[in-house]
């Protein structure tokens, strides 16, 4: 859908942003911009929809030269959400997220129905609406600001640190939302970030950049973690990269048991057989758990378990009912095979 072909971008000042960068971004797909403060990531995503000129080099967009469309044209085309949310602070939520259906001529009703109906998809209530952004929190603001830029509904979304600036609990609930929304729009996302396990979670790419705008490598995450190419990408992925990508593998295929029925620990289970505690023999301890599912990952899985005093996480359905117990040992063993099954990937991974 987007693709860049030896782009490169100095700024008046002599100062290279980006260095001969030839790069895919597949249609339907997030691809995750990483790397140091400074290394060019956002001239990348502003080059798309030109708000950046490229000084050589060509981008297309749906197969499409940006330079042979008109500017403006083009960046009502794609949708473009940035930190800090950047709506306008003396309009209206609901007039916010209805500009550029306006600026489309879409007529007032229909661009308002259109605002109406994308603040409910973005999780806000009709309420909000009527309220400028000052009154919203910076979660809140976030949410509008990704509602603006799917009103004309764009086939392809840039953004620029977008949940930057609020708490790490809101953050993952934005994330959250947006691989939801993802599901059901698959749009081409291109995604700047500064926290690399933003970027496992919502990538199906991650393009990694060093200062002087060099892309290094770009990879889906697993194989990323699993074999970086070179010492800069496996030190900016950090010291627990094995234990992120346990994080991309489910529980799903680690055998079960059944729950023991004596020993040192045994389970305590409410009337509907939820799983609540592990009680033990002498019944003068109770130590809280964490049921999992099997569209809980590894990671998760690990981490239960050495929490767990009887080395066993317990394993539930859809609607929390125990169907049985992993050992510690299961986990590390299949934790084990997601490291080789990553490692073992070819693929033209490595840039650069
Ligand atoms: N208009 C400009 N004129 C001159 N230099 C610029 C301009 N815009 C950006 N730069 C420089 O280009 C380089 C890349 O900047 P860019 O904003 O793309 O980096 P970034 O990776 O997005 O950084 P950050 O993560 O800090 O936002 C930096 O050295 C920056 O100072």
Known sequence: MIQFDTVHKRFPNGTTAVHDLSLEMPEGGVTVLVGSSGCGKTTTLRMINRMVEPTSGTIRVGGKDVLEQDAAELRRSIGYVIQQSGLFPHRTVLDNIATVPLLLGWGRRKA?????ELLETVGLNADAGKRYPHQLSGGQQQRVGVARALA???PVLLMDEPFGAVDP????????????LQKELSKTIVFVTHDIDEAVRLGDQIA????????VQCAAPAELLARPADDF??????AERGLKLLSLTTLADVPQAAAPQDGPWTLVLDEARKPLAWRSRSKDAEVPLRPLKDGDSLLSALNESVASPAGLVARVDGDGRLTGVTSRED????AGRAHSAAGATTGAGVAA
Not at 169 to 180: A, K, S
Not at 208 to 215: I, W
Not at 233 to 238: C, E
Not at 331 to 334: A, G, T, V
């Open 112 to 116: 308002r129905s259109r605002a109406a």
């Open 169 to 180: 609990v809101v953050r993952t609930q934005l994330q959250d939302e947006l691989l939801r």
């Open 208 to 215: 990694v950049f060093r200062t002087g705008g060099h892309l």
């Open 233 to 238: 990408v496996a030190d900016f992925l950090g």
């Open 152 to 154: 004309a509904d764009p």
């Open 331 to 334: 986990i590390h063993e299949h």
